[in-house]
């Protein structure tokens, strides 16, 4: 499998470290790159991410048999119809997006019957820095990628994405975007949002500076996602707003239950709740992370 031409669209950390693993693995012979920031496609191509600067998204997927997409969800749609006119039917056009409902409606809006060629993407990989200096080759190495294939999908290019992707060593799952929007609103949105409110909380206190001046591996670990793109999980939140509102509501009721037995001082309430924590916590680090 080899590629004559991946236009990219969005020359950051994701999309700059797709460009490089697809170097690294001889599956494409040259990249064409644009961003919305000059500077930034300047700069991916003095670093060997891209090898040619377009002016237009339209002239980075002229002639181009993979087409990346790696911008910011809330921008996919304008993204797909910038497009439409210079990509194919036999084109492979993925996305990088947090989110997959609201890109698959969007590529339908934007691509319309070339929305066949697209299959939506979202490899759970990232760096808690951003931007192409921090692009890398590795980053999809050994993580798992969502390919979430609609009804209209081509069979072909489904094939042609999942081999790509295991190519520079990603592992694929596929489910439906439906299903993909519930599940990563629990397991990811959720923990951003919350990382967020907790770092908003501590420093909106009065002695909140003298407060973090004492805070240990715990708090970090905690807060850590919350040095995130600020635009890019504006984005996510109101893309996935009714998955994510809904796990709020499955957060607060489960506070509720701690803050009734703390009220209460019930112990017994109290250490059976951390206790169902720990012990699913526990079983889930030997299942899926070692």
Not at 115 to 127: E, Q
Request: charged share 20%; hydrophobic share 45%.
């Amino acid at each position: 499998m080899m590629f004559e031409q991946l236009g990219l669209i969005g020359c950051g950390l994701m999309g700059g470290s797709f460009a490089l693993a697809l170097k690294k693995a001889g599956l494409v012979k040259r990249v064409v790159g644009y961003s919305k920031s000059p500077s930034t496609t300047d700069r991916a191509r003095q670093l060997g991410v891209i090898d040619v600067e377009a002016p237009s998204a339209l002239l980075a997927v002229s002639g181009a048999d993979i087409v990346l997409i790696a911008v910011p969800v809330a921008s996919s749609e304008a993204t797909f119809k910038s497009i439409r006119d210079r990509v194919t039917p036999q084109t492979l056009i993925m996305d990088v997006g947090s989110t997959k409902n609201d890109v698959v409606q969007a590529a339908r809006r934007g691509l319309q019957e070339l929305a066949a060629s697209f299959v939506p993407a979202h490899p759970i990989a990232g760096k808690e820095l951003a931007g192409v200096e921090n692009a890398d080759a590795d980053l999809y190495r050994g993580c798992q990628v969502i390919l979430t294939p609609t009804d209209i999908t081509r069979s072909d290019h489904l094939q042609r994405a999942t081999e790509v992707w295991r190519a520079v060593g990603s592992r694929i799952v596929h489910m439906t975007p439906e299903a993909h929007d519930a599940t990563f609103a629990a397991v990811s949105h959720l923990p951003h949002l919350l990382s967020f409110a907790l770092m908003n909380a501590v420093c909106g206190q009065s002695r909140g500076q003298n407060f973090l001046a004492l805070a240990g591996p715990g708090f970090r670990d905690a807060t850590r996602i919350a040095a995130s793109d600020p635009a890019v999980w504006r984005d996510i939140f109101l893309a996935n707003r009714s998955e994510v509102l809904a796990q709020c509501q499955l957060l607060r009721d489960q506070l509720q239950l701690f803050e009734t037995a703390m009220q209460g001082a019930d112990q017994r309430v109290l250490e059976a709740l951390i206790t169902q924590a720990s012990s699913a916590r526990a079983h889930w680090r030997m299942t899926e992370i070692t």
